[in-house]
């Protein structure tokens, strides 16, 4: 008995110490080779005839070879042959942007949305310069993605370019956009397009400027969602330029259009706007402009770019002015205003201040907001008796201001005697409402 468990324990001993041994030994080092590595393994297409895997090819969608094309290094590669081909161009870069319905024009924005997709995901792997070259050279010969070349007023070629430009390039840092816009500009010379219509006089060269504008706005500027990336490109379209030019600029991308489709340049001159008309040049301000206490310089740039802007053609109706300003809002209204002011400029300010009040009475805007407006000009003059010359000057334009009205309203004028009477009408409840606010905050 005492034999055989010394057998065992023996047994037992030299099991254990081999199984140690053996767990003790240094492992290699394992290697994981892919599939496309292996030397004799060559990728999927290229196991199968060309013929076969172009058949497949076309069987997919943009979007489902845009996934493909993410499979593997040698994937791309193939991709990226197979979409060169003249046959695939022909089939797949759609080119009917006119008289299309409305759910043909969202069908073709959105396969222009693949195939930002597409071209994105396939070129991931190529330099910028070498991406921007293969990728737009697929849509070098589309006339409805050039300037001045598509006369048709309804084509979609443009919002369809941008929304392919967007899909492409969204979340490309600013050095690869510069790029991006520097190729663009070469490829469509547009810089010197711009030269063009900022130097040709108001109302000349409808046609290239419509062109300009429209490039700009639905290629560019237009399709992005995000306000940064937005100012990002406005302002690469106005730094090139002087300031005369960029008001000359922003009035060609953002001013009031007629109801045919031209620019108004005569009806700023002639007659009060409404707040549409207006609105597109306010926001383009207020892209630049709208945080005057995060940047530096910008100050003098708005008011210059504002006091060219408001004499192009001619110095503007008064009240386009004041309708401007206030839909730029407070911040933007006040530094116009405090220069002004500053500067002297006393009978020009209150004469500005009392078409602001009326706008605002006209448009539904709050009289608070202009009582409190004139509160923190007040605050621009040093003493007492210079704030007393403001308010009194103001006052003296409130009846100046209603006298012409008047005046104009019983001069035969019978065309204009309604509208002049209703803004004469809007004038003095205008007045009561603002010194009603006035008086009640000095009461309090």
Known sequence: MVRKDTRHVLKYTLTHKSHKRTRSRPRPPRTIVTRSQCSGHPGFFHQLPAEVSAMILDKLSVLDISVLSMVSKETTSYILDYISTQAWKNKTIIQSFHNSTCLEQRSTIGHYRDLGLLFKRCTLLLPTKDRLKFIFSQFSQIPCFMLEQ??????????????????????????????????????????????????????????????????????????????????FWLTQL???????????????????????????????????????????????????????????????????????????????????????????????????????????RLPEISRLIVYIILVCEKDGYHMTWAVKMVQQICKVFSTASDRFCFIQQLESMFAEVTREFFEFSVTGNHLEDRETFQTLSFLLDSSARFHTKFLHLFLK
């Open 238 to 344: 106005l730094k090139p330029w002087p300031l005369v030019s960029q008001a000359h600029l922003l009035f060609v991308l953002y001013g009031p259009l007629m109801p045919e489709g031209t620019f108004g340049w005569q009806d700023l001159v002639e007659r009060g706007l409404p707040h549409s008309a207006l609105w597109d040049l306010a926001r383009a301000i207020l892209l630049l402009f709208g945080n005057l206490e995060a940047k530096c310089q910008t100050a003098t740039s708005l008011l210059a770019i504002l006091e060219e802007l408001i004499v192009i053609p001619q110095p503007w109706h008064l009240e386009n002015k004041a309708r401007l300003l206030v839909l730029c809002g407070s911040n933007i209204c006040y530094t116009v205003l405090a220069s002004k002011a500053i500067n002297g």
């Open 150 to 231: 598509c006369l048709t007023p309804d084509c979609i070629g443009f919002s369809s370019y941008g929304v392919f430009l967007q899909t492409l390039i969204a979340g490309w840092d600013e050095l690869e956009c510069h790029r991006v816009f520097n190729f663009l500009s070469e490829l469509t010379n547009l810089l010197q397009k711009i030269e063009a219509v900022i130097t040709g006089k108001p109302g000349v060269g409808w046609f290239q400027k419509m062109q300009l504008r429209l490039f700009c706005r639905q290629v560019l500027l237009d399709p992005w969602p995000n306000q940064l990336e937005c100012q």
